[in-house]
């Protein structure tokens, strides 16, 4: 099982850009889909963005497509969310997680069931 880390949030005004990186520890992490997750005051967490094993397919939530890009870099064992042209209600704690009960899933998943590791979050706030 890896253990998983956020940083790079913060308070940014409307739009400007953040990038959120994910640090993973332990082993296995080149072969695990990653996924950006995230989580409003009195909202359900929602999918933002995943990432196949290899980095080859990406998939985005609808709200964010053309504005957030996922990347991974497996010699740093690291995930990252590039964030573009914020908005108010992108406001949110983010949390990456691994999706280590399939390795190598051909499709990423966008449902917080099939992750199993999850980051403590980090805070974005988008001020208007």
């Known amino acids: 099982q890896v253990q998983l880390a956020e940083s790079g949030g913060g308070l940014v005004q409307a739009g400007g850009s953040l990038r959120l990186s994910c640090a993973a520890s332990?082993?296995?992490?080149?072969?695990?889909?990653m996924g950006w997750f995230r989580q409003a005051p009195g909202k359900e967490r929602e999918f933002v963005a995943a990432?196949?094993?290899?980095?080859?397919?990406?998939y985005y939530a609808e709200s964010v497509k053309g504005r957030f890009t996922i990347s991974r870099d497996n010699a740093k064992n690291r995930v990252y969310l590039q964030m573009n042209s914020l908005k108010p209600e992108d406001t949110a704690v983010y949390y990456c997680?691994?999706?280590?009960?399939?390795?190598?899933?051909?499709?990423?998943?966008?449902?917080?069931?099939?992750?199993?590791?999850w980051g403590p979050g980090t805070q974005v706030t988008v001020s208007s």
């Open positions: 997680a691994s999706d280590e009960r399939v390795p190598r899933r051909s499709t990423p998943s966008t449902s917080t069931n099939d992750y199993d590791s």
């Open positions: 990432i196949s094993w290899s980095g080859y397919s990406t």
């Open positions: 332990g082993r296995g992490f080149s072969n695990y889909a």
